[in-house]
């Protein structure tokens, strides 16, 4: 009987149910709290997003601004598949990005992370003081010191990640990102794919690389392997309420389901720090301390 039963779900369910079901963010038997299931690391003790509290966040003067190269205006094509979870670009090596201790990064892929779940229009991993934002752009990188993207991913110092928050300005369409949106509708289902003829992702990117946050974490989806260096950037990308609605509302995942909310819920910090490029008003304190922690004073009584 167990046999037949498992033989039955195996013909009905097709090749998924023989590698496990597909994770989901919220639907059936791998949604976001079962990962760990499947995936141990997802159950693990450094995992992202995290909410970026800027009370707690350390002030650290060394770090300078991210240097990307390559970045600008690229001739070429460029894939973008819709691969059930979100949109995913492919990049060219020729991008990279050099971290504040020398650390070159090699880009690998582009994709986003959205809300627009009954009418929620909030769905960023990160989340700065709890506050989500509309829309987060990874843009996911391999160390140089490693061949290929296939081997970095299985190092402990493989991957870094740099995180760029959106937020909606009405009636301001971003022209930087029409050409991206207008492809959605030519991959509405799960495995297609189209190509951008010509990519400028320093545009599609906020102003400002000199403020960023910086931890160590994970990659946000199974298998949510924890050697991710991560560099959310502190400036936004604004883009209008239609272009939201349109990368909210285009693409369909494996159940044929508009994919909506494909963000996951942010993880303890445990005693992992938290660094910034930059001072936030609220963190003086820490500031103050760092001060005199690096320069002589000596405070008598
Ligand atoms: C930025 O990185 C590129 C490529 O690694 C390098 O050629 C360039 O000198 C760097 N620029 C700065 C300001 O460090
Ligand atoms: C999704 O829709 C497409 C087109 O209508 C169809 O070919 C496919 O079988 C559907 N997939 C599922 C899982 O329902
Ligand atoms: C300054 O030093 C104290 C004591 O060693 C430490 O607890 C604190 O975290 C340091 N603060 C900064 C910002 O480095």
Known sequence: MTALVTLLSLLLLGPQAQHGAEWTYSD?????????????????????????????????????????????????????????????????????????????????????????????????EHTIDGIRYVIEIHIVHYNSKYKSYDKAQKAPDGLAVLAALVEVKDNAENTYYSNFISHLKSIRYPGQSTVLRGLDVQDMLPGNLHYYYSYWGSLTTPPCTENVHWFVLADTVKLSRTQVWKLENSLLNHQNKTIHNDYRGTQTLNNRVVEASFMSQVNQCSELQFYLNNTDVTLST
């Open 28 to 124: 059936g038997v791998l949604d976001e709290a079962h990962w760990p299931r499947e995936y141990p690391d997802c159950g693990g003790k450094r995992q992202s997003p995290i909410d970026l509290q800027r009370k707690k966040v350390w002030y650290n003067p060394s770090l300078r601004a991210l240097n990307l190269s390559g970045y600008e205006v690229q001739h070429g094509v460029f894939l973008m598949i819709n691969n059930g979870h979100t949109v995913q670009i492919s990049l060219p090596p020729t991008m990279c990005m050099t971290a504040a201790d020398g650390t070159q990064y090699i880009a690998q892929q582009m994709h986003f992370h959205w809300g627009g779940a009954s009418l929620e229009i909030s769905g960023s």
